[in-house]
């Protein structure tokens, strides 16, 4: 890949433990097709999962594996997600803990953040949401380092902060709506990398979408509208195959 400016690729900071260890994440759900997915996605950031499907469980994997992240279902078959913070906390772990609740229970989130947790997603949710979201709360824990704490990930004259959902390609601002933004950072995230539609649709959208791959297509077709308009295309259409993003040659 060519060094000049317009070739410039700058990932999204790798995180590691403060030995250089990889991240560790306990996820947390009575689901085991949702666990499935969080644990294949966050092992795909390069961090060490484990998972458990009842709340005593948790508590027993937490206190071998401490992790460096905690992704906790409120609703158990045992213990509720509440009660898990509240004895996590007991023992003396400040680990950030992020939250998954129902759709609409603004109750759980309320009980959830006012219990000590730091942050939540709504189900059904996006994985890319819930890997952004932890990317986040690990960042800014002392337990841990990262290669670069800038949150901005670039690809050519095309950049993205992770923090402030803000997107600029050569200093312009550009507007994007919540899943353009998601999709536009799943695409940034892997440059020079064909994702197939398959991918995008199981990373972007949330995990029990039940409609057609087009929908990738119309999406792909808006970011094109706002990222491509009038400059040298940077998203490409690898026929048979998905999508690229990437700078010119």
């Given at each position: 890949?060519?060094?000049?400016?317009?070739?410039r690729v700058?990932?999204?900071?790798?995180?590691?433990?403060?030995?250089?260890?990889?991240?560790?994440?306990?996820?947390?759900?009575?689901?085991?097709?949702?666990?499935?997915?969080?644990?294949?996605?966050l092992r795909?950031?390069?961090?060490?999962?484990?998972?458990?499907?009842?709340?005593?469980?948790?508590?027993?994997?937490?206190?071998?594996?401490?992790?460096?992240?905690?992704?906790?279902?409120?609703?158990?078959?045992?213990?509720?997600?509440?009660?898990?913070?509240?004895?996590?906390?007991?023992?003396?772990?400040?680990?950030?803990?992020?939250?998954?609740?129902?759709?609409?229970?603004?109750?759980?989130?309320?009980?959830?953040?006012?219990?000590?947790?730091?942050?939540?997603?709504?189900?059904?949710?996006?994985?890319?949401?819930?890997?952004?979201?932890?990317?986040?709360?690990?960042?800014?824990?002392?337990?841990?380092?990262?290669?670069?704490?800038?949150?901005?990930?670039?690809?050519?004259?095309?950049?993205?902060?992770?923090?402030?959902?803000?997107?600029?390609?050569?200093?312009?601002?550009?507007?994007?709506?919540?899943?353009?933004?998601?999709?536009?950072?799943?695409?940034?995230?892997?440059?020079?990398?064909?994702?197939?539609?398959?991918?995008?649709l199981d990373?972007?959208?949330?995990?029990?979408?039940?409609?057609?791959?087009?929908?990738?297509?119309?999406?792909?077709?808006?970011?094109?509208?706002?990222?491509?308009?009038?400059?040298?295309?940077?998203?490409?259409?690898?026929?048979?195959?998905?999508?690229?993003?990437?700078?010119?040659?």
């Amino acid at each position: 890949m060519s060094t000049s400016e317009n070739e410039r690729v700058v990932r999204a900071p790798r995180l590691t433990r403060a030995d250089g260890s990889p991240i560790r994440v306990l996820v947390v759900d009575d689901e085991p097709t949702l666990t499935d997915l969080l644990q294949m996605a966050l092992r795909y950031e390069g961090w060490e999962v484990r998972t458990a499907g009842e709340g005593r469980q948790a508590l027993t994997i937490a206190r071998e594996f401490r992790p460096d992240a905690i992704v906790l279902d409120i609703m158990l078959p045992d213990l509720d997600g509440l009660q898990v913070l509240q004895r996590v906390r007991s023992d003396g772990h400040e680990t950030p803990v992020l939250f998954l609740t129902a759709k609409d229970s603004l109750d759980d989130r309320l009980k959830g953040l006012t219990a000590g947790g730091d942050d939540y997603v709504t189900k059904p949710f996006s994985l890319e949401e819930v890997v952004a979201r932890l990317r986040g709360l690990i960042r800014r824990s002392t337990l841990t380092v990262a290669d670069s704490l800038d949150p901005r990930i670039s690809v050519g004259d095309l950049t993205l902060d992770e923090d402030s959902y803000e997107v600029f390609r050569g200093g312009d601002a550009i507007e994007l709506t919540a899943t353009e933004f998601e999709l536009l950072r799943f695409l940034m995230r892997n440059p020079r990398r064909v994702l197939s539609k398959a991918q995008i649709l199981d990373r972007v959208w949330s995990y029990d979408f039940g409609g057609k791959s087009s929908v990738v297509e119309i999406y792909i077709s808006y970011l094109r509208k706002k990222v491509d308009a009038g400059r040298v295309p940077m998203i490409h259409t690898v026929r048979g195959a998905g999508y690229m993003l990437k700078t010119a040659s």
